[in-house]
């Protein structure tokens, strides 16, 4: 048995459980004035986060090609779905209005990642 290549498996599938997360909670909740998932929101996106960074390990470790352009692209962007997660949820506790934007950039932000990780590929460009 490849054990590294069991523990990469398991990542990604902790890794689109974040992704569904994220993008269903944006999804299902489009119309929402009041009372955003905020706190999932930032679950999720920890989840990315932290599942990301393991399969950047999991790639070194099993010597595959990295990405690192894209790596540092998908970062940036979950990291701001993150931001945005917090500080909406910190947002809404206190009682506050105008969340939508935060719930949008969140939402929109974790949609854009999605894209990179799946239409940046070498075996649709070419190279
Ligand atoms: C909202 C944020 C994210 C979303 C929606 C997302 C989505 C995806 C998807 C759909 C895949 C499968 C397609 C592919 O293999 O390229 C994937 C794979 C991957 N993601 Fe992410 N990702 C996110 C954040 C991150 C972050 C922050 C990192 C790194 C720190 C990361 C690292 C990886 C790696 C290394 C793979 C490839 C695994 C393999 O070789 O099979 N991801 N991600």
Do not use: C
């Not at 990604?12 to 269903?24: S, T, Y």
């Not at 998908?74 to 935060?102: D, H, M, S, W, Y």
């Amino acid at each position: 048995m490849n054990t590294l290549e069991l523990v990469k498996g398991i990542t990604l599938v902790v890794h689109f459980v974040g992704l569904a997360l994220l993008v269903g909670l944006f999804i299902a909740n489009m119309k929402t004035k009041t009372n955003f998932p905020f706190g999932w929101m930032v679950v999720g996106a920890a989840v990315q986060l932290a599942t990301g960074v393991v399969l950047v390990g999991m790639k070194y470790a099993l010597d595959e090609d990295v990405n690192n352009a894209k790596i540092g692209i998908k970062t940036v962007l979950v990291a701001a779905a993150l931001i945005a997660a917090i500080i909406g949820n910190l947002r809404q506790k206190k009682g506050e209005a105008k969340l939508q934007p935060f719930f949008h950039a969140a939402g929109g932000f974790a949609l854009l990642d999605v894209a990179i990780a799946v239409i940046w590929s070498g075996d649709i460009w070419g190279y």
